[in-house]
């Protein structure tokens, strides 16, 4: 699925797609970050990267060391409230940001994807690092002159990101309309 672009995995492939997965999880046709979260696999790293903290790191150390390492892959952060998710989460993202990657972010509810972007856009400034530009996937029109624009459709959000006007998008996971197709 990862050499597809975007926008060419149409709902009518979806489940042809989410069902070849599931009955050839080897299959390099379809392998890529999608399968690896998918099957609870650990994220893929480059070569003489590991999961594990060094002496002195912590975790949040670990997640921006992990976020540069990772190989077509995806690092899922998850647990309870007050973990500090938001905080690992966007300082990271200002750590990939900051080596000149672009980021994708989703989550199941628009108000925790905004969280995590708001928090981005405070830390990069906190932190120095320059041409953070966020945005938000979102079902409405879409505002800009923010300091998270949000879009309202999904060829305006490919189109953003292939430019370079925005290295950081949030969009829903999930079934819902609002997800980059």
Same mark, same amino acid.
Do not use: Y
């Given at each position: ?69 990772? %190989? ?70 879409g505002e800009v002159g923010q ?7 999904? %060829? ?26």
């Amino acid at each position: 699925m990862r050499n597809l672009p975007v926008r060419e995995l149409s709902e009518a492939r979806r489940p042809h797609c989410v069902f070849r997965l599931a009955i050839e999880p080897e299959n390099p046709a379809i392998d890529g970050a999608p399968s690896g979260a998918s099957l609870r696999n650990p994220p893929r790293l480059l070569e003489g990267h590991s999961l594990t903290t060094g002496p002195g790191q912590t975790v949040v150390d670990l997640a921006e060391r992990l976020g540069l390492a990772l %190989d077509s892959s995806v690092l899922p952060i998850q647990g309870p409230p007050g973990a500090g998710k938001t905080f690992t989460g966007s300082r990271m993202i200002c750590e990939l940001i900051r080596n000149g990657r672009k980021v994708g972010i989703t989550a199941v509810g628009h108000k925790v994807i905004r969280k995590l972007l708001d928090e981005v856009v405070q830390d990069a400034i906190e932190l120095g690092v320059p041409n953070i530009a966020c945005a938000h996937k979102t079902d409405g029109e879409g505002e800009v002159g923010q300091a998270v624009r949000e879009i309202g459709t999904n %060829d305006e959000a490919l189109h953003e990101l292939q430019v370079g006007a925005v290295n950081v998008l949030g969009a829903l996971h999930g079934s819902g309309r609002e997800r980059i197709s």
